[in-house]
């Protein structure tokens, strides 16, 4: 009897059902179209590329346009590359332009489907991005795919790590770009860390497809990319803190060896108090529980930490002045690994060693915030479905699966389950003997490196030769997957996602023609490709008479998709094949599931050595198994990424604030109304609303208008005369401070001036938010404990970033109304030497920055652009560049030797400063 979903379905469709017989219209209109384009020349292919752009930037829809632009684009790839795209290729196009994601199984040609939404949505001339998993791929798929897109008439780009910035910024240009999520990422940040708009690369994030989707957005997305660098030195903090922990007594904190935890007590919090107060390090109106102690609270964490759990020859030596941590596993020394968050150095000071400075954040991101930047998403792979609920609830993406071109021939059988795992790697080298012998492809896939090489061990053991697929070497990865399809084949794999290239029976021809031609280049191309294709032909009928590749699983893992991505390379394109998986009740995934009670069903059944139970229950009750762990992860992402959407607001907002300093090229009003802003503050502060004059704090406001503002003016005499209020004081100081900017800006010069403005807000803004995200570093590691109050860690934690962010906007307006007022034009002797300064800290810091990255380890990180370079705040002349050698020939007090330097262009003294801000100066 059917169930009322089974019949329901039955009746009505699935929902993805519904999806695909809604657009069989459209891809009809596609094909009626065929005929008409196969006639235009291929500049008239071109031609209709100007015409449907110039429809689409007048405000034509793209969906409008979309039957012409796929007609145009399927015509222009069977010319350039000789493939007629099938229907359910245009099929996912369609919904990939939608802003969804395409489910295609392996082999039904993605790569190819991406061209023509990519095609479309370039028509707006607001640039595409298609992200790949790898920098092979990135460079394959550019290669391959300008073909298409040349013939269209649009430009394509390759973005990859370690690029010239002309070339990056060129392939960014492009109509369709290449690149991977990290490079995209790292980009992202990079470019709102640069003072000048002609040096960001990215143009916008319009439309973007992302290729194996599942793999970027959910497996890749739990790793923030972090661009981080050298930070001040806090040796006096951590050795004044260090000070106070061995003045602790058992009734201050609370110790867990079990769970390696220490935590202060209600008594060794009022004594940290006391004993911070007593030091200086907490301000006397300032508690430790204030938002303002965040940075406080985690360094005394970790200074008890360092004490209390940290023993020196059993978790670290100090060895030459240097504190060496110890491999717990080994016992071996870890030369250059460091603690992280500030724990290295609180042990350093225990220890009374050299204290080396920490990593900073300097920006940082997650993939789930990056991806939500564009304006439409969409995405590709073969399988999606399972991670249906997580990609609507976190990026609005749907999933739809598209039909195979052919019909699904492999054939998916139940379950093997065995008690041992000796037993269960006994059966597999056996199958394996079995399909070798009768020339059967087989793929093995193993769920780690370690047992990929254990299973090599037995298959050598055996005689059986065999390919391993190791992860170092991508251009070999695919050569072994292009051949993993080949009569009598054995290939191990750890991970078959995002490989880029289809195991295809008898072998990749295309693969086989490139060989052919680099031993032999001066072979007739066709003649070879013909010979390889014969090959190839009889190669293939072999195979398939032995039953098509066979995908042999070693052991399920935690997520259905990654075995969903294992089974789907048999059975391509209509191929036979079949796929199975071998388990054993020693396996994780069945230990940690219930094994105990199966193992006693299997033993009351009487199973003998080496039988196997095969039935669909088992199947079921797995996939539940793995369900959980999938919504268990789920959960956890979703967790981590609501403390970061929190960041992710306050980033936004200071990433736009750069982006308009950035392009407006007056900024004094600005810069004026953050000075109006201070002076209401301090007039606030000194002079109370609805107090009298005889309550006033005339001198503290004296002395804070010439530190805050840089003016010397008659405060205490104001405050003394008859009907003076705070609205007067507030007025005068207004108008005194405008004056003094007035009179600066005479001096230096109206052009000078603005630069001086834009170049102080730009360096303070990226001051204030390297410290706010140390800040927020250290506030989240804490904010948990609150959970023990009976209060929710996440809404604490969105009240006091708040509060930070407002005190670090306050903060920077004071920050930049006192640099500006201390900047003055400087003599030529005064430059000569801060330059010498400059250069001097630029070599000290490189190296120390060169030194943190050697030691550097695990975390996703990219050393930030120029980092390192101090911001010359105080002088007209702030760094723009690398320092680098004077122009030949050059000497400061000849002109003539000079050049001719635009006013823009380096100077040819070699500073790294633009020709008007160094020796052009007037």
């Known amino acids: 009897m059917l169930g009322i979903g089974t019949l329901a379905k039955k009746v009505f469709g699935t929902p993805n059902d519904r999806k695909i017989k809604a657009i069989r219209p459209l891809v009809a209109k596609i094909n009626a179209l065929e005929d008409e384009f196969s006639k235009l020349t291929d500049e008239g292919i071109k031609g209709r590329t100007e015409i449907l752009a110039k429809r689409a930037q007048e405000g034509e829809s793209l969906d409008a346009l979309l039957p012409e632009a796929f007609a145009n684009c399927r015509e222009a790839a069977r010319r350039a590359l000789g493939l007629r795209a099938f229907d359910v290729q245009l099929m996912g196009g369609i919904f990939l332009h939608q802003g969804n994601i395409a489910e295609m199984k392996t082999g039904e040609g993605k790569t190819l489907m991406a061209t023509f939404p990519a095609y479309l949505n370039a028509l707006t001339g607001k640039g595409v991005h298609i992200v790949t998993v790898n920098d092979y791929l990135v460079r394959r798929d550019a ?53 000048e708009l002609k040096d960001m690369n990215q143009r916008g994030h319009a439309f973007a497809i992302v290729d194996e989707v599942d793999s970027i957005l959910i497996d890749e997305a739990r790793t923030p990319l972090i661009i981080s660098g050298p930070s001040q030195d806090r040796s006096d ?105 500030g724990l ?110 254990f299973l090599s061990g037995l298959l050598d053991k055996a005689g059986i030769k065999h390919n391993v697929l190791n992860a170092r070497q991508h251009e070999k990865e695919a050569q072994i997957i292009a051949e993993a399809g ?67 699983a070693t052991e399920r893992h935690e997520s259905r998709r990654i075995d969903n991505q294992l089974r789907g390379r048999s059975g391509r394109q209509g191929d036979p094949g079949k796929s199975s998986f071998y388990l054993s009740l020693e396996d994780d995934l069945m230990r940690i599931f219930g094994s105990e009670r199966l193992d006693k069903i299997l033993s009351s059944l009487g199973m003998k050595e080496g039988e196997a139970i095969v039935h669909p229950w088992v199947n079921k009750s797995l996939e539940r198994a793995q369900a959980k762990v999938e919504g268990r992860n789920f959960d956890m992402r979703k967790q981590v990424l609501k403390f970061d959407d929190v960041m992710n607001d306050q980033r936004k907002v200071i990433f736009a604030q750069r982006r308009e300093i950035m392009e407006d090229a007056d900024l004094s009003d600005i810069v004026a109304d953050m000075r109006h802003q201070v002076i209401d503050d301090l007039v606030d502060e000194f002079l109370p609303p609805k107090t009298y ?16 503002i840089g003016i010397d003016v008659p405060v205490i005499a104001w405050a003394e005369e008859d009907g003076v209020d705070q609205d007067v004081m507030r007025e005068r100081l207004y108008k005194a401070s405008d004056e003094f900017m007035a009179k600066k800006t005479a001096d230096f010069g109206a052009e000078t001036m603005r630069q001086i403005e834009k170049q102080v807000l730009l360096q303070t803004v990226d001051a204030k938010w390297r410290e706010h995200l140390l800040t927020l570093e250290h506030l989240r590691s804490v904010i948990h404990f609150r959970g023990y109050a009976q209060r929710d860690p996440l809404n604490e934690y969105k009240t006091e970033s708040f509060e930070l962010f407002e005190s670090m906007l306050n903060s920077l307006r004071e920050t930049v109304t006192a640099r500006l007022a201390v900047v003055r034009p400087i003599s030529k002797e005064e ?92």
């Open 143 to 195: 290669e391959w795919m300008s073909k298409v897109y040349g013939a269209l008439g649009l430009t394509t780009g390759a973005v990859y790590p370690q690029q010239p910035e002309a070339e990056k910024r060129a392939a960014y240009k492009a109509d369709v770009t290449y690149a991977t999520n990290n490079e995209l990422g790292f980009d992202y940040l990079r470019d709102n860390m640069k003072s």
């Open 237 to 341: 903090l951590y050795r004044t803190i260090d000070e106070v922990i061995p003045l602790l007594t058992d009734e201050h904190y609370k110790l867990d060896e079990k769970t390696r935890n220490v935590t202060y007590t209600e008594e060794g919090n009022e004594f940290l108090e006391t004993q911070l107060h007593e030091r200086g390090i907490l301000p006397p109106e300032q508690t430790l529980y204030d938002p303002e102690s965040t940075t406080v609270v985690h360094h005394v964490n970790q200074a008890l930490r360092a004490h209390k759990l940290f023993t020196r020859d059993k978790d670290y030596i100090v060895r030459n002045g240097e504190v060496m941590l110890i491999d717990e596993f080994t016992g071996r020394m870890m030369q250059g690994r460091r603690l992280s968050d």
């Open 344 to 453: 290295h150095q609180a042990i350093e000071a225990k220890e009374d060693v050299e204290i080396q400075p920490e990593n900073v954040t300097l920006a940082s991101v997650t993939f789930q915030n990056y991806f939500r930047l564009y304006d439409k998403l969409a995405g590709m792979t073969g399988t999606a479905l399972t991670e249906a609920e997580e990609f609507q609830e976190i990026y609005k993406l749907g999933v739809v699966e598209v039909p195979t071109n052919r019909p699904i021939a492999r054939v998916d059988e139940h379950d093997r389950v065995y008690r041992t795992a000796r037993e269960k790697y006994d059966a597999i080298v056996e199958e394996v003997k079995k399909c070798h012998a009768k020339g059967q492809p087989i793929l093995v896939g193993t769920t780690s490196i370690e047992k990929s090489e």
């Open 486 to 552: 080949t009569y009598g084949a054995v290939t191990i794999a750890t991970n078959m996602a995002g490989r880029g290239t289809d195991i295809q029976l008898g072998g990749n021809v295309d693969m086989r023609v490139l060989e052919a031609l680099a031993a032999d280049p001066e072979a007739n191309p066709d003649e070879l490709r013909a010979k390889i294709e014969a090959q190839h032909a009889e190669e293939k009928a072999k195979v398939i008479a032995a039953g098509g590749l066979f995908v042999l």
């Open 693 to 708: 004059a005889d309550q006033w704090n005339a001198e503290g406001l004296y002395a804070a208008a010439i530190e805050k």
């Open 831 to 922: 430059q000569e030497a801060m330059m010498r300064q400059l250069i001097q800290q630029q070599a000290a810091q490189r190296q120390a920055a060169e030194a943190a990255a050697a030691g550097a380890a695990g975390a996703v990180t990219n050393p930030a652009p120029g980092a390192a370079q101090p911001a010359m705040v105080g002088a007209a002349a702030t760094a723009e560049a690398e320092a680098t050698s004077p122009r030949p020939g050059f000497d400061e007090n000849d002109p003539k030797t000079w050049g001719e330097p635009g006013r823009n262009d380096p100077c040819p003294c070699g500073s790294g400063k633009k020709f008007k801000h160094c020796h052009g100066r007037f």
